[in-house]
């Protein structure tokens, strides 16, 4: 589904991405770990091209997006992401969030447009927020419709950057309640976060990103309990 | 004389009210002009459109035409007096057209001219909307222009909008030049009070107090939207 050959990104003298190979299946859900400034952000980032890759190449679904040829609009299409900031458009109403792109983009009529977003509200469990400006909502509403918007689009791919980083405690819970019923229905998903119990219970594999290379790379009892690398030892060692 | 014959005796009032009427009118047409002639260029300067991407050069990679002639633009009318741009526009460039009606030069010369700034105000508030808008939109697949006028501009605009109020109050003073041009707007017809009775005093002071009523009262309309704006965010 995913497919990264020889990744860096470097920001000036800084190189974030040091060379990243990796390969996603269809259907996987991959928790990505690593201490912060690592390079997890960028690597998601990198994928659906919203941050430009120094060198390097990414096929998603078989579409290059490396590839100057390619239509990014489109590929987009196919990758929903979620950002630590929600980032909702806050002059439109949680509905015109959601319909914007399948009406834009897709060319939905806006009746059925409205039909797949409040599908999408449904799963999220916040059909009757409809109506209802972002401004009002709590940060753990306004990210659970950040979701929707993605999954609106009717993504083969979901990608999580930090989705409950920027949220009060007790409203982590009910975003990623949310992202795990979504790893059960199937899509292929990649999700950078710091929450451990996330991780061990929803992954069905975890990447250690460290210094810009993945350092650990397996199942989530694997990565875990039996890293022979002792920087991953360590990070699951201070968590603890 | 006093003050009261001065200003109403032979109908001079006239000469205000009818002044008044050309100031309005033109300031309400420069506006619009200057609305839209500033939209244009604040997004032509947003334009990422690189011709020579493909050169050897950094520079001509990183050319990009159209902002280039937006900011030549700004440049060149924010640089200089409007009564410049308003004579030239009247002398030269319509030199040879006297059919065309003065409304129409001047209207069209200080549109020009707001347009500039009506530029700086609406870059002003594209640039303070948050980057994570943009990223949101394009990661949805929307294209750059699709988020530029579904996204970005709609809350832009909104910003922009209290100074783009005080912006048509400045143009407003600015048309008190146009006499230079032979059109009688509101201090040209306070003149004209002032060469008839040979009296400074009450027709310049007319001609201060009404501006300063209308400033007044566009100016509480700016303060009305301001606090619209900053309730609804």
Known sequence: MIDIKQLHKKYGKNHVLRGIDL???RGEVVVVLGSSGGGKSTLLRC????EVPTSGRIWVDGIEMTDPATDLNKARTELGMVFQQFNLFPHMTVLDNIMLAPVKVRKLTRTKAKKIALAALDQVGLRDKANDYPSHLSGGQKQRVAIARALA???QVLLFDEPTSALDPEMVDEVLAVIKRLAETGITMMVVTHEMSFA???ASRILFLDGGLIIEDGAPEKVINHSSHPKVQSFFAALS | MNAVEILFGDGRYLFLWRGLEVTLLLTVFATVIGLVIGLVIALLQQSEWRPLAASKSLRLQQWRPLAGLANIYTTIIRGTPALVQLLIMYYVVFGSYRGVPKLWIASL???INSGAYVAEII???IESIDRGQVEAA??????RWQTMRYVVLPQALKQSLPSLISEGITLLKETSVVGWIGMNDLMRGADNIRFQTATAFESLFAAALIYLGLTTLFTRVMRRVERRLRASD
């Open chain 1, 23 to 25: 390969s996603v299946d």
């Open chain 1, 47 to 50: 994928i659906n091209m919203i």
């Open chain 1, 153 to 155: 689009m009717q993504p």
């Open chain 1, 200 to 202: 061990r219970d929803v």
């Open chain 2, 109 to 111: 010369a200080f549109g």
């Open chain 2, 123 to 125: 870059r002003g508030g």
């Open chain 2, 138 to 143: 394009r990661s949805l697949g929307l294209s």
